[in-house]
């Protein structure tokens, strides 16, 4: 491909026009809508609409994992109105809040919960263009059902995936995601490749005034090392028929219950000795029951639900006579044990009295503001709540269970009334709510911006638990100024122990590499470098904000590549190249041309010298090596649709084809061959995890005939087969020269 004859008039306009058809290309400008509804999109709103709308297009599916308070909601909903049926997936919790959004963004989407694709059910309304699914991070575990459910409705479908905090623990949740629209091509692909199906900005990729995060400043309590002693010497539990070993799991569980409140180990070591009553009473009448039959014995408050021995009759299986005593034996030592902690504490003074305290202290320093508390555990939430009643007003109590408040009962939407944007009107609740003492039953998807504070009344093992319940105050639309935020610390000795810190500090180290995080979540640690891959791209794209000019952008439109040259401090260039469709920046700062965004972001800092002359050979030198590239690209595409195992079950489909046509009868030749042809174009195409699973089974079907090759081709459905762009070489160049 040869260099094109230049229209604008010098060496400096040249270069203007360059940046100018960069900037336009990638941001798209005056492709996303201004509003929807009566909602009006953001500038980063809409820059989101457009590169989600292109990887929708040449993907099949995308992610927006924006930090949190950014507007996800409205951005897919910009996207959706692009449709004509979409569903949306979305915890039951927030299926209400998508119906408020719909009505004001005058769209329609079908809304659909989590909860009923767990039960196994399918949204009625048959196929639907483009699948939503909020809070994707809940779709991590490819072995559940909601993930088996998922992964059919997306099948043949586009797909945009929601979630400020899509690696909960590990990558690989990252990659269960990205597979419902990648298949197994999600599997084998690299950190910067998974990297290119996500858009995430921070905060401070806006133009927004969000606030500012002061914190987590960290809380003290009263240490006991005494009381660790005795959870560390509790006998081990006897586990059920059906159960493993249970004794390491046990001490852990104990320790973070400890580390959240004395209720909350208090209310698991009542569970326990329950558990242990019901084993015990089981073992006697000469069975050894299962998990499932020891859970159907229940405990409630001080009241025991036991049933009788009797009961067990038919449940469980006999242990080995030889086994009964020592079996016996260990259940009764790990009973006394739990009895005695359990009396032990009794005659310990209350160290919640001591966390009350302090959340009292927190609101006093905080006049006028409101306060969110969130545990992992229920009885956390109640005894603060309860102790908190009696200290000061206005302390609400929520948890998967309901509200209350002083005067009793509360539902949720009045809890959440005085919390969410809107009117300031109380209408139901008598005193106005400053203290809300929760569960994480709200630390996803709601907008509660009224609060300025918030307090980690123990540290979750999952980190983004940590940023999703910042996000719930930190939001688009914010008053305040400041978000301030508080960390319980665990009693020093378990903290030790387990390395509660330690651990989400590392979990929070794989999330800030892969995608990146919206500063520091854990008291005392460092806020993570701004280093991720979907946060450099969105760096590279705020950078060329600067080169956009509509004037230059609309002269001079791409259709034949436009090569200019610019003074800078190193050699290399830049490039906007076509990818099957999907424009991208390639960078050339070293030996190899890169699409990594660190590489682009460096060479992008270059062009920002003088315009200078290049040389026909400079032109065509940079051109070539341009056009190089691309064919490199697409060969490697072409062989790399997915994993190993893919890869196998498609050369054996691509075999019985070739066997199946040649043993058929010349007249049912013709007829074969068209299905075969379309068959064939399947196994080109990347198809999600489903169309991946079926793919298998077809390779592994017993028989070869028509009906097969029918199935094979429904799998490609309207994804279109990878072919080799014809653009695919730069459509515009801007070469740096060392000066």
Known sequence: MTASHRGPHNEADLLEAARARIARALLGVDGSPLSIGDVRLYPHQQRAVVRLTALLRVAKGAMLADATGLGKTFVALAIAAKFDRTLIIAPASLVEAWRDAAERTDTAPILSSMEMLSRGRLPTGGQYELIVIDEAHHFRNPHTRRY????????????????????????????????????????????????RYVVRRRVGDTALMLPHVSGPHRLEIPKNEDLLDELLALPPPMPGSDEGEAGALLTYSLLRQWASSRAALVGALRRRFTKATALLMSLEAGRWPTRDELLAWSYGGDAMQLAMPEMFGALGRSPQSDQLESMLLAVRRHADGLHSLLKRLRALPNPDEDRADLLSGIAADHPGSRVIAFSQYAETVRELSHLLMRRRAGVAELTAHGGRIAGGRISRREVLAQFAPGSDAVTSVRDRITMLVTTDVLSEGLDLQKASVVVHLDLPWNPARLEQRVGRVRRLGSTHGSVFVYSFAAPASSERLLRVEARLRAKLRI????????????????????GAPPELTSDVLRAIEEWH???????????????????????????????????????????EPSLEPSVVASVIRGCGGAAVALSRDEQSRAMAAAQRWCERWESRQRLNLGSAAGARSRGRITRRIAALLSAAPRHEHIRLAALASRARRTLRVPLGIAGERALVELANAPVSDAEWLRDIASLGGSRDAPHADAAAAALVLIVLRRM
């Open 549 to 591: 000019d509509p004037h230059l952008a609309r002269a001079n439109e791409i259709a034949t590549p436009l090569v200019a040259g610019v003074a800078a401090a190193s050699e290399g260039w830049l490039a906007l190249v076509s990818l099957r469709g999907e424009l991208v920046l390639l960078a050339m700062a070293g030996s």
């Open 148 to 195: 088996g459910v998922a992964a059919s409705l997306c099948d043949g479908a586009r797909v945009l995936l929601l979630s400020a905090t899509p690696v909960q623990n590990r990558r690989e949740d990252l990659v269960a995601q990205l597979a419902l629209f990648l298949g197994d091509a999600a599997l084998t692909a690299s950190d910067t490749e998974l990297a």
């Open 511 to 530: 999330a800030s590499d892969i995608v990146g995080l919206d500063g520091s979540l854990v008291a005392g640690s460092v806020t993570p470098p701004y």
